[in-house]
């Protein structure tokens, strides 16, 4: 395994009497394609949400790049190169794809304090956004409401978002749920091609797309990690059928 | 006997917008709906109609021979629905035993028999809606569902955000519960193959009309009408081990 770019050492967080995360070693490796399964409740949410900064663990540590980044805020983090999408949709529903995207990348590259020279006018600027939007197969709705998308171009939308600010870890928590069949491969085979050096955890429980997209899974039981592995070893582990695979073989 | 649901030219929508045209289709005592569709084609409008939560513009909805066309949605629930919602909409400021004590109806469904299968629910009984991961929303959703003990129960994507042992086991049980007990279904779902397998018919919905009804067998048997309604294409097998 390559240096991870992310690690977690001991996490643990608790709310009240119930341990969400407990004692969680995990190391994301720089352009990994990782994926993070598990039983519901198992606490994957809750582990994105310490690493984001969202939430803050009872004990333990996180680093970036050997950095230790427990005390950064989630703002600050999404500087350092930590962006996430969200199991339910969180966008902007009365602007259009164009706007929001223009907005994150704007946003990236501080051009708030550029206030005086419309955002159309800057090139390099639009020109990125164009190539976002293309990227993500959004150019044709760009100017619609985001309110009224087909619910899988919103999907894309979100991860569009999140590209945009150039994330050196991008964690995605469950990308395609509600998204229909034909565009479900189309999702993962965008989020494939993102550059190399950009490191994907992936929550997601439909195998059919993890076992396409990881080439590493970890699984998490009652906040604790269970097991990890590569995918034939994880499709092959008894004890992972038992808590979470079940019998199907490709749901 | 007539049939359970008798929906008859039903148009509906949102306001002003048009979402079904003319829909028609039957549902007998026990017999189960798979309602397929790509994205935005009304499928969840659809449901949303039978409960009468959108606008009503005509046609007709019978329930056990009653109709029920103009009748405000508690009633529907009354007269015999169950319902899971894509949002699934829990009470949060109640726990999960107090979500599913709160609107229970006499029958079959209790309280147990939701923590029966999903066990994962009885562990979590005393925590509050707003405490639950996504997962956990969607079992809940399901067994209020169920707790209604309704003659029909409208799955609005159950098994979304599942784990796949517990998909297994959903899906299970809903076969059991449709020949068994007699409990009719309508199952809105992503992925085709998934319910195809033990709903007895389906339609998939175009632009707000349906455009194919067939059983469910039959139209998991023929790739060519999958690919053309729902894009969705033969993979080779094999690809993940095991």
New interface residues.
């Given amino acids: 395994m390559t240096a991870p770019v992310l690690e977690t050492i001991d996490l643990e967080k608790k709310?009240g009497g119930?341990t969400a995360t407990s004692n969680v070693s995990l190391k994301v490796a720089k352009g990994a394609r990782h994926a993070l399964i598990?039983?519901?409740?198992a606490g994957?949410?809750t582990l994105i949400n310490l690493l984001t900064g969202v939430l803050r663990p009872t004990a333990g540590r996180i680093l970036l790049d050997d950095r230790d980044i427990t005390a950064v805020a989630p703002h600050r983090r999404v500087k350092l190169g930590i962006a996430r999408t969200f199991?339910?949709n969180q966008l902007f529903a009365d602007l259009t794809p164009l706007e929001t995207v223009s907005l994150a990348v704007s946003e990236r590259l501080g051009a708030g304090k550029d206030w005086w020279r419309l955002v159309g006018r800057r090139a390099q600027l639009m020109d990125e956004v164009a190539e976002i939007l293309e990227g993500f197969r959004l150019t044709d709705v760009m100017d619609e409401r985001t309110a009224i998308l087909?619910?899988?171009?919103q999907r894309l939308l979100e991860i569009a978002v999140a590209v945009a600010s150039k994330p050196r870890v991008l964690l995605l928590d469950?990308p395609a749920?509600?998204?229909?069949?034909?565009?479900?491969h189309m999702i993962l085979s965008i989020v494939a091609a993102l550059p190399a050096d950009v490191s994907v955890l992936l929550i997601e429980?439909d195998?059919?797309l993890v076992?396409?997209f990881a080439q590493r899974i970890s699984v998490l039981v009652n906040g604790a990690l269970f097991t990890e592995g590569t995918?034939?070893e994880i499709?092959?582990d008894a004890r992972v059928?038992e808590?979470?695979?079940?019998?199907?073989?490709?749901? | 006997m007539p049939d359970l649901l008798q929906v008859e030219k039903l148009s509906a929508g949102y306001g002003e917008a048009l979402v079904l045209s003319d829909i028609s289709f039957t549902l007998a005592d026990g017999q189960s709906l798979a309602l397929l569709g790509?994205?935005?084609t009304g499928k969840t409008t659809l449901i949303n109609s039978l409960l009468g939560l959108t606008t009503y513009r005509s046609g007709s909805i019978r329930l056990g021979g009653r109709d029920v066309t103009r009748e405000r949605p508690e009633r529907r629930v009354h007269a015999g629905m169950g319902w899971s919602p894509?949002e699934r909409n829990i009470f949060k400021s109640l726990t999960v035993e107090e979500n599913l004590t709160a609107i229970a109806r006499p029958g079959a469904w209790t309280v147990q028999r939701v923590f029966a299968i999903f066990p994962?629910l009885a562990q979590?009984r005393s925590?509050l809606g707003s405490?639950?991961?996504?997962?956990?929303q969607?079992?809940l959703a399901i067994g209020r569902a169920l707790i209604v003990n309704p003659k029909i129960v409208l799955l609005d994507?159950p098994t979304?955000?599942?784990?796949?042992?517990?998909?297994?086991?959903l899906i299970g049980v809903l076969r059991n519960v449709i020949r068994n007990e007699g409990m009719s279904a309508i199952v809105v779902e992503?992925?085709?193959r998934?319910i195809l397998g033990f709903t007895d018919r389906a339609i998939v919905l175009d632009r707000g009309r349906i455009v194919l009804a067939s059983d469910s067998q039959s139209l998991a048997n023929d790739p060519a009408q999958l690919e053309t309604h729902?894009?969705?294409?033969e993979r080779p097998?094999g690809?993940?081990?095991?």
């Fill in positions: 709310f119930l598990g039983p519901n409740g994957k949410t199991q339910i087909p619910y899988g171009k469950e749920a509600g998204v229909p069949e034909d565009e479900r429980h195998m059919e076992f396409q995918p034939d499709a092959r059928k808590v979470y695979l079940g019998e199907t073989t490709d749901a | 790509r994205n935005g894509q994962r979590r925590n405490q639950l991961s996504g997962g956990e969607q079992m994507e979304e955000g599942l784990a796949p042992i517990i998909v297994e086991e992503q992925k085709a998934k729902l894009g969705v294409t097998s690809k993940r081990p095991s």
